[in-house]
């Protein structure tokens, strides 16, 4: 639907351009590399470009969780200022031999189902290896089957898929995310009434707090 909304925006903009309209018309909405939805208000993607801004401007974000351990491009930053949009950085070392931390990966997984954070976009260079490990982890918690979480991870790693990162979403246990968070149930909010749910399933008996990084 997103892509489907940025094509006929852009399809109206050369419309204008010939038509004399807008001054703005004629910008180009097209995505970062790799982008997609991941749940209602949370998308993935690799690096945005300066190229790619119009269309991030039509998610609205408030967040973007960075997953590099780059410092953040000036031309990034500058469109994230204008928008109110926060950043939240979580370097992580991208090479093939490196692992992914797990404490680094929770504190992000606490940020991300913060519904106070969405529209919220997960981006690391490529949008492969790291992101696709936060999402898997979050899948994790979604209650998802390992063989349904794999097949996600692979869609966007293709050829490049690392066993190491498979073993890592393998591996990780969300169960102490479930006990901070067992008090809250998080919803994502939209337009359906079949819309997925972040649900906790342990009794409800003490409010845990979270704050942000």
């Known amino acids: ?37 991941v749940e209602d208000r949370i998308y993935r993607s690799g690096f945005p470009q300066p190229s790619d801004f119009p ?8 967040s973007v969780i960075y997953l590099c351990t780059e410092s953040y491009p000036k031309e990034n930053l500058e469109f994230l200022h204008s928008r109110n949009i926060r950043l939240f950085q979580f370097g992580i070392d991208g090479t093939k031999d490196a692992n992914i931390p797990k404490s680094i990966i ?3 997984l606490k940020v991300l189902i913060d519904v106070r954070n969405h529209p919220i976009l997960i981006h690391c260079k490529r949008g492969k290896h790291r992101t696709g490990c936060l999402v898997g982890c979050l899948r994790k918690l979604q209650n998802w089957c390992l063989s349904s979480i794999f097949e996600e ?30 008090s809250i149930i998080y919803q994502y909010h939209g337009y359906g009434s079949k819309k997925r749910r972040l649900l906790y399933k342990e009794d409800v008996q003490h409010k845990a707090r979270i704050s942000s990084v």
């Open 55 to 62: 269309f991030l401007d039509t998610l609205q974000l408030r």
């Open 106 to 108: 929770t504190e992000a």
């Open 153 to 182: 991870y692979k869609i966007y790693a293709g050829e490049k898929s690392r066993d190491a990162d498979l073993k890592f979403l393998e591996t990780y246990d969300v169960s102490y995310l479930r006990q901070c968070l067992h």
């Open 1 to 37: 639907m997103i892509m489907k909304q940025a094509e006929d925006r852009h399809l109206d903009d050369d419309n204008g351009a010939n038509n004399g309209g807008d001054p703005a018309a004629g910008l180009s909405y097209h995505p970062p590399i790799n982008f997609a939805t």
